[in-house]
């Protein structure tokens, strides 16, 4: 195939949505065309900003955790797709807070009174850590910040 049909394929793909330009890459090896030409078009896309891959960690931030997913997730999930550390560190740093976020999930599956119960609070302990909270997270969720007693009389 040639640089012009893996051009208008690439030019379709982004008509479609935001790509990472390693996942526009292997979209366009999958359909069959060659890596040089690949590499062509993707660094061409670049410097005319079409893909621009923090703008698409950015967005993507942000989407998924408006979905209620935890940076955790969210770095698995954009280390798969093949963007540097770097610019993850940064979208992550610049994304919500995801501390609220957690008790917002928290309290739209739980309701919103805290557990008292520790078979509650592993239960919905469980529930953020797959939903990709991390630690920190959860126990503020939850209100077991460091520094808290506990008292079982609750």
């Known amino acids: 195939m040639t640089r012009s049909a893996a051009h208008t394929d690439g030019i379709a793909l982004l008509a479609r ?16 065309h060659g890596v040089t030409e690949v590499e062509a078009v993707v660094a061409e ?3 005319q900003r079409l893909i621009d891959d923090a703008r698409y960690a950015e967005r993507f931030v942000a989407y998924k955790a408006a979905r209620g997913q935890g940076p955790v997730r969210i770095r698995m999930d954009l280390k798969a797709l093949g963007l540097p550390v770097e610019l993850i560190d940064a979208a992550l740093a610049s994304g919500p807070d995801f501390p609220t ?7 739209r599956k739980f309701g919103a009174r805290a557990p ?13 850590q797959y939903r990709g909270f991390s630690a920190d997270d959860i126990r503020s969720a939850l209100g077991n910040d460091p520094g808290d007693t506990f008292d079982p009389d609750l």
């Open 17 to 32: 949505r935001d790509y990472a330009s390693g996942e526009l890459r292997a979209k366009l090896i999958d359909k069959g």
């Open 45 to 47: 896309f670049c410097a």
């Open 101 to 107: 976020l957690a008790a917002a999930a928290r309290a």
């Open 116 to 128: 008292k119960e520790f078979k509650e609070k592993a239960r919905q302990s469980r529930f953020l």
